[in-house]
T-cell receptor, first 111, second 114 residues
Framework: DGGITQSPKYLFRKEGQNVTLSCEQNLNHDAMYWYRQDPGQGLRLIYYSQIVNDFQKGDIAEGYSVSREKKESFPLTVTSAQKNPTAFYLC??????????FGPGTRLTVL | QQQVKQSPQSLIVQKGGISIINCAYENTAFDYFPWYQQFPGKGPALLIAIRPDVSEKKEGRFTISFNKSAKQFSLHIMDSQPGDSATYFCAAPMIYNQGGKLIFGQGTELSVKP
């Protein structure tokens, strides 16, 4: 089955902790994206990557970091510098000439 | 900053009725304009997408209409069903198509009453 997987589905973080959200795709897509979704709001772009070993900041990158060491993987780290990290996090990928496809999401809650 | 304005924020339709959601965009790249359907707790699923050189695209009960001169596009759901109750997002490609980035509308929460 081709698709995008995100893990874990639910994640709880204590104050001051860094946590890493996983995103994997087997669609052979070059481009991958991370979004944050808050209740009643649209999707806001955190980071995106067009190719392995390269990534760019989106609109709300502060307090987040990413890596792109493999084509199929684009993990997102929510650092302690992110003051309000409770949200639904979505990963997406895209093939050239196509649009974006989303994973199932990870809900992060700060305790 | 580029924006996409989506309306209405919420919509209640009777079963069998037509649901209409509108989006207006600013300058954009020549690329796909997608619509996504999202159920609570799930990731958005691509519903239908259109390129701006086409004025209309239909897939089953779902139709996108595109008005390039007015910079508007809309989603029509014919014969709306309770199972269509979800949040719908439109999106437009960013100008200069920066890495395939999309600008999303704020979403429309659709409720179809039986």
């Amino acid at each position: 089955d081709g698709g995008i997987t995100q893990s874990p589905k639910y994640l709880f973080r204590k104050e001051g902790q860094n946590v890493t959200l996983s995103c994997e795709q087997n669609l052979n897509h070059d481009a991958m994206y991370w979004y944050r979704q808050d209740p009643g709001q649209g999707l806001r772009l955190i980071y995106y990557s067009q190719i392995v070993n390269d990534f760019q900041k989106g609109d709300i990158a502060e307090g987040y970091s990413v890596s792109r060491e493999k084509k199929e993987s684009f993990p997102l780290t929510v650092t302690s510098a992110q003051k309000n990290p409770t949200a639904f996090y979505l990963c997406a990928s895209r093939a050239p000439g196509d649009t974006q496809y989303f994973g199932p999401g990870t809900r992060l809650t700060v305790l | 900053q580029q924006q996409v304005k989506q309306s209405p924020q919420s919509l209640i339709v009777q079963k069998g009725g037509i649901s209409i959601i509108n989006c207006a965009y600013e300058n954009t790249a020549f690329d796909y304009f997608p619509w996504y359907q999202q159920f609570p707790g799930k990731g958005p699923a691509l519903l239908i997408a259109i390129r701006p050189d086409v004025s209309e695209k239909k897939e089953g009960r779902f139709t996108i209409s595109f008005n390039k001169s007015a910079k508007q596009f809309s989603l029509h759901i014919m014969d709306s069903q309770p199972g269509d109750s979800a949040t719908y997002f439109c999106a437009a490609p960013m100008i200069y198509n920066q890495g395939g980035k999309l600008i999303f509308g704020q979403g429309t929460e659709l409720s179809v009453k039986p």
